[in-house]
């Protein structure tokens, strides 16, 4: 039956493929629907198991540094395309099988919604979960943020080997007090953390909304921390005892090549759970070091001579963190992108949430910074949301690859355009950015990387 | 001055969005404004002129639910009085006299509008535009409550494509003197300026300011309104 499922899978794929369609979905639908079996019986022959990567925002980056890091030494498959449904763990799994159902991997790390990841462990006891946050996202899909953190618990109770949880997210710490460790299959609870000077760089979901300081309640001590982030990198300690005091920690610091607190955050959370195999520290640190930034997170691409960054925003924490590259970065031309299609979320109220005067010029104030410009579906709205904010907007242009251009012609020669785009708006600006990376450099597509 | 009614507890779909709105439509008018944070344990301050309030996860439904009664005598002067009041989502539930939830629970509300409300197991989603008296008003409907207007209540619109109070009778809102209540978050006030222009004027008027509002160049925010009109549920 493996064999069966493997060649309807990768003859659907090769089908997309020579259609030049670069399908995640379909196959994997297929096959689920086919062969329900298949994927927990492939699955339990990994000698490692699977691990489960889930929350709100950094599950795609933080899915590609710890797969980086147990790729030193081990055979890692991953679904490291975005497509985070259980479909897309079945296309990432048929895909690296041989045609005769071999599943040629050690472990496999899975980055799913938090809706997905509790039907996938429903069929597929995963030996490893690794949550990151709960913030508010768009709303109107999976209900409430509470909603959110009792699917993550599910998703925490079905782990057999190990739990790694962020303590500084009150709704992930309170997994791990429900939870006890071991939990009721055994698996001990790890945990990850930022040092307190760096607390105030992630908000929570409390913070942004109330201003209340939440209580971290009685989550244990940190087996890996981001003790330190700046322009040299984050400095990440591991100890399996408490990271945050250990003298003899292993710390290194790590030039990530994905910007911003948040991925030195994300690479904390790889750590942690990574320690949990049997790996040396510096492996993990090597694998952290190897990581470029996932599709959109941050990436970059040389076009004329201007350096244009790509930024997917998704909800109220994931931009307000993004919009932190305009102070770092201090681009020329900053383009925002919001559609609203079913992936972007239909509701854009969200946008309401982000504080833009905090980092973008207001009226009134010096013209040093960057002009800004918005596109997409909701064009309109986003400006509308910029005037309220009293941030001037000097084009309101729907045709995304119209505004990315007229903002890199307006840019300096080496100047600095940085886009952030919601989901459906940074597929189509990325394929557009490729494009004119390799038309204006002849010797073929680049995607610089910082 | 505006009143923020629980800034901290009921702020989901961007409603903060509309005090926002008609704090800046005020100041770009020159006109003198202060917004004070009402939250639980405090009093509405008795020189209030606009009342805002948003909508809330459950949880943050139930942590309001006592000191929203301790409001109660307040709020029910305050709107015999004309104080203009815009409650989204959860808070117009709790302006109305009780909300059945699903599992039967009995949550009681102010009495300010004559409505009650019964939790449902669907949810009623989408873009919604409606017709009002001061133009059309554009906003996102989102909530599994479904809300029925009694005799003394009557609706803000009638609903054409979205759902409304409560997806069956076709009307949405509720509008009872200087008091409206709405499903529409968006914040609704965004796109919908000369909605938010009516309730500054209402407020004004009541306090005897016969100020005409200075017209404001709202292109931008009409022409996000119908794109979001024309955008699919």
């Keep these: 039956m493996a064999v069966l499922a493997v060649w309807v899978g990768k003859i659907v794929l090769m089908a997309l493929r020579l259609g030049g369609r670069s399908g995640n979905a379909l196959p994997g639908l297929i096959v689920e629907k086919l062969f329900p079996r298949y994927l927990p019986r492939a699955l339990a022959r990994l000698p490692h198991g699977v691990v489960v990567v889930s929350g709100t925002n950094g599950k795609t980056t933080t899915t590609k540094m710890l797969a980086a890091a147990l790729a030193q030494k081990f055979t890692v498959l991953t679904n490291d395309t975005g497509s985070n449904f259980v479909r897309g763990a079945i296309t990432a799994t048929v895909d690296a099988s041989s045609w005769t159902g071999r599943l040629r991997a050690d472990v496999a790390v899975f980055e799913l919604d938090e809706a997905h990841a509790v039907r996938f462990v429903e069929v597929v006891a995963p030996q490893r979960v690794l949550l990151l946050n709960v913030m508010r996202d768009q709303l109107d899909r999976f209900g409430e943020i509470d909603t959110t953190a009792r699917l993550l618990r599910t998703v925490a109770q079905a782990a057999t080997v190990a739990v790694a949880l962020n303590r500084d997210d009150p709704r992930i710490a309170a997994i791990g007090t429900d939870l006890g460790t071991p939990n009721r299959l055994g698996a001990e609870v790890v945990w990850f953390g930022v040092a307190p000077a760096l607390r105030g760089l992630f908000p929570t979901d409390e913070e942004l909304y109330s201003g209340a300081q939440p209580d971290p309640g009685s989550a244990g001590p940190v087996q890996a921390q981001l003790r330190d982030w700046g322009a040299g990198g984050a400095t990440i300690a591991l100890s399996p005892g408490d990271a945050a005091t250990d003298p003899d920690a292993s710390v290194d610091t790590i030039a990530l090549r994905a910007g911003g607190a948040h991925n030195a955050q994300n690479a904390a959370a790889a750590a942690a759970i990574a320690a949990t195999f049997d790996l040396a520290p510096d492996l993990i640190f090597a694998g952290l070091r190897a990581v470029e930034p996932a599709f959109g997170r941050g990436q970059s691409f040389t076009i004329d001579g201007r350096t244009v960054a790509l930024h997917l925003v998704k909800n109220p924490a994931g931009f307000r963190q993004s919009l932190r590259a305009v102070e770092g970065e201090a681009p020329d031309e900053v383009v925002i992108a919001i559609n609203d299609d079913y992936a972007d979320g239909r509701d854009v109220s969200w946008l309401w949430d982000v504080d833009f005067a905090a980092h973008l010029p207001g009226t009134g104030t010096d013209s040093s910074g960057p002009a800004v410009r918005t596109t997409g579906v909701r064009a309109a709205d986003m400006a509308v949301r910029l005037r309220y904010d009293d941030v001037p907007v000097a084009d309101i242009q729907p045709a995304l690859a119209l505004a990315v251009d007229a903002a890199i012609a307006a840019a300096p020669a080496a100047g600095r355009v940085l886009v952030f785009a919601t989901y459906t708006a940074m597929w189509s600006l990325h394929e557009h950015l490729v494009d004119a990376a390799a038309a204006s450099d002849g010797d073929g597509p680049k995607e610089a990387t910082r | ?233």
């Design chain 2, 1 to 233: 001055m505006l009143a923020h009614l629980y800034p901290h507890e009921m702020n989901i779909y961007g409603d903060t969005g509309n005090v926002l709105v008609l704090r800046r439509r005020l100041e770009w008018r020159g006109l003198a404004v202060e917004v004070v944070p009402v939250g639980v344990g405090t009093a509405i301050p008795p020189t209030t002129d606009i009342l805002l309030g948003g909508g809330g996860q459950d949880a943050a439904q139930g942590e309001i639910g006592a000191d929203v009664l301790t409001k109660g005598p307040d709020l029910r002067a305050m709107a015999a009085d004309g104080v203009v009041m815009l409650a989204i989502c959860g808070m117009y539930q709790l302006l109305g006299h009780e909300f059945l939830t699903h599992d039967g629970q009995r949550i009681p509300g102010v009495d300010v509008l004559d409505v009650v409300t019964r939790g449902s197991d669907t949810r009623l989603i989408g873009n919604h535009a409606v017709d009002t008296a001061w133009g059309q008003i554009v906003g996102y409907e989102n909530h599994s409550g479904l809300t029925e207007l009694g005799p003394a209540a009557s609706a803000l619109a009638a609903t054409s494509v979205g759902k409304g109070n409560n997806g069956i009778d076709r009307t949405e809102g509720c509008l009872t003197n200087n008091v409206i209540g709405t499903y529409l978050h968006g914040p609704v006030l965004a796109k919908s300026p000369a909605f938010a222009d009516e309730l500054i004027a209402r407020a004004l008027r009541r306090r005897g300011d016969e100020i005409d509002l200075e017209p404001l160049d709202d292109a931008v925010a009409l022409r996000a309104a119908v794109v979001a009109a024309g955008r699919p549920r």
